[in-house]
């Protein structure tokens, strides 16, 4: 599902060039939910951002669903990140004007799908999160949980093949977030997604297929070693 090599991001700053990876190379076959930790700043988020074609690298391929995003225009990736990922953030960035189920259409209705199937879609996936009966509600009046429930749904009413998560449970308490991290794990395995999710939860990282470490730009097996030589960086 997704095969990442060479991978390097380089930001100019006012102090000089900063690098958050090089040579940095990653494979995940279709259907693994992988973790990834590490320090604030060791550049997990925009990892993500470049797998989902939401960022360009600096250099290195990026394969992701059979096609190579870094290759992609801004609207071809916009037409990839509408129809191939969905996204789920430690904010749930709903629109506060919109209903629950209006939240959850909007991927389908800037695809240009007739609202009626568009929230008729909305209204299955609510339900799949155990939301059906808070549909008509707007953000404000759900809880954290809710919300980010909500968020979860819209992230997969287009039916995506790769589910990108940073710090999904990231905003709420312990038992929340458990609760919401089963529910990415029971949609995981029933849709038959292939997800990445950043995590600072080392029980949540350590609940998926595997857990990587990302720091001073390297990936390696969560709990083993940095990597030196000629292969680091490269899981």
């Not at 997990?44 to 394969?63: E, N, R």
């Not at 968020?151 to 093949?161: D, E, G, I, K, T």
């Not at 470490?213 to 680091?232: D, S």
Request: with cysteine; aromatic share 4%; proline share 4%.
């Amino acid at each position: 599902m997704i095969q990442v090599s060479g991978l390097r991001k380089t930001y100019q700053t006012a102090r000089g060039a900063l690098t958050l990876f090089d040579n940095l190379s990653l494979a995940v076959a279709a259907g693994e939910m992988v973790a990834i930790v590490g320090q604030s700043g060791a550049g997990k988020s925009t990892l993500l951002h470049i797998l989902g074609a939401l960022d360009a690298p600096s250099a290195g391929t990026v394969y992701c669903a059979s096609t190579n995003v870094a290759s992609l225009s801004a609207h071809q990736a916009a037409v990839f990140r509408n129809r191939k990922i969905g996204y789920v953030w430690q904010f749930h960035y709903l629109l506060p004007e919109f209903t629950a189920q209006e939240n959850v259409a909007m991927p389908l209705l800037a695809r240009g799908v007739r609202r009626a199937e568009a929230m008729t879609l909305a209204a299955n996936w609510l339900g799949e999160v155990d939301l059906e009966d808070r549909g008509s509600h707007r953000p404000g009046e759900l809880s954290g949980g809710e919300q980010q429930r909500v968020a979860l749904a819209r992230a997969l009413v287009s039916n995506p093949q790769l589910l990108l998560a940073d710090e999904p449970t990231g905003d709420l308490d312990g038992i929340t977030a458990g609760r919401v991290f089963e529910l990415i794990e029971r949609l995981h395995g029933s849709h038959g997604l292939t997800s990445i999710l950043v995590t600072h939860n080392p029980e949540l990282a350590g609940r998926c297929t595997r857990a990587l470490r990302l720091e001073n730009g390297r990936l390696t097996a969560l709990g083993a070693a940095p990597e030196t030589g000629p292969l680091a960086g490269t899981v």
